[in-house]
């Protein structure tokens, strides 16, 4: 058993930290509230960090108003606060900020347990949640910040490898039952994963303009990648209703066998000539435009007589195998474009220096 120690593990520890140490240097009562704030507010990306922020900051006006107001008009039994509770939990779901729930009960429950010792406690205390919120927004602005595009890629590499792996035990039948529905089962966590992780990647923020243009190409790519990999796990589920053999002359399912082989290279290729460990000049070893198509109408002719259910079967493995080829295209036209691209800029950013 391991203990893995990520960088918003280490960072919620430095948060929580800080707002104690930034709470006793200012003099607050209750520096705990601060570093219990903070707990809240660390996100795994600067975008939603500030994010949280604002919502935490209008959830703790929103459940100290509430707070103050029962506590001024009904009191402060045990029934009253949890009745307080109740509404603020509602008041935060009509509101969609279900995410600051949490930090905005322990305002409620603070708030008016503070009440009985006087406003400028009960306001004290709503100081020191703010300034942990505060606090955890720039820890995380300053202590690693994230870096999602590097990670990124590294996964989706780890993934394609892992589809590379599965398609051709598909073909060859080498793996066991057991070992092959867990890898699948690692390939669809994996490709899980990647789509949150692109989510955060899109939501970064880039200021300069040039800088915008050049990250929604980078975004394009990215959600090229990931759309090659989703297509792929499509080929295998089709695999898996229609198993394919082994290479051998005049079969469909053997032809089929073929293809994949030279898509799963074809993938590989891609994935090297994003990284640039390709020799300039090499071309991607892609199948021939047509063959793809040839193979779909070899299915549909090959198949005919056949029992309609196994005829499906065959049409829907031919057609996972040309959404899976057009997609490994469209992502190679992409990957071009983008480094044409950025070749050009390149050369315009150094001739306005020389300039």
């Given at each position: 058993m391991t203990l893995t120690i990520g960088a918003r593990v280490l960072k919620t520890g430095v948060a929580v930290a800080v707002a104690l140490w930034a709470g006793k240097l200012i003099g607050l009562e209750a520096p705990l509230l601060a570093g219990v704030a903070a707990i809240f507010t660390i996100q795994p990306s600067i975008y939603r960090s500030w994010l949280q922020v604002l919502e935490q900051l209008q959830s703790n006006v929103m459940g100290a108003a509430a707070a103050l107001a029962a506590a001024w008009l009904l009191g402060t039994s045990p029934v009253i606060v949890g009745l307080v509770c109740i509404l603020v939990i509602a008041l935060c779901i009509r509101l969609k900020m279900e995410e600051s729930i949490g930090l905005a009960l322990v305002t409620v429950v603070v708030l008016m347990e503070s009440s009985d010792l006087g406003w400028m406690v009960a306001l004290e205390r709503l100081a020191a949640l703010g300034t942990g919120v505060v606090t955890a927004l720039a820890v995380n602005v300053a202590v690693a910040p994230p870096r999602h595009r590097p990670r990124f890629v590294r996964q989706v590499r780890e993934a394609q490898e892992l589809l590379a792996r599965l398609l051709r035990a598909a073909v060859m039948h080498e793996l066991r039952e057991t070992v092959y529905r867990a890898e699948r089962k690692r390939l669809q966590d994996a490709i899980l994963k990647l789509e949150k992780n692109f989510q955060l990647l899109a939501e970064e923020r880039v200021w300069r303009k040039r800088a915008r243009a050049r990250r929604a190409r980078l975004l394009a790519v990215y959600r090229s990648m990931l759309a090659a990999l989703e297509k792929g796990a499509a080929l295998l589920e089709a695999t898996d209703r229609h198993p394919v053999?082994?290479?051998?002359?005049?079969k469909p399912e053997s032809l089929a066998a073929r293809q994949i082989e030279v898509l799963c290279g074809y993938h590989e290729y891609l994935m090297w000539k994003w990284e640039g460990k390709t020799r300039p000049g090499t071309s991607a070893a892609a199948p021939p435009e047509e063959a793809a198509a040839a193979l779909v109408d070899f299915f549909s002719r090959t198949t005919e007589g056949q029992p309609p259910a196994?005829?499906?079967?065959?049409?829907?493995?031919?057609?996972?195998?040309?959404?899976?080829?057009?997609?490994?295209?469209?992502?190679?036209?992409?990957?071009d474009r983008v480094r044409r691209r950025a070749g050009s800029d390149a050369a315009s950013a150094k001739a306005e220096a020389s300039g």
């Open positions: 053999a082994a290479p051998s002359e005049g196994e005829r499906a079967r065959l049409i829907a493995l031919a057609s996972a195998l040309f959404a899976y080829e057009e997609q490994l295209r469209r992502l190679d036209r992409l990957m």
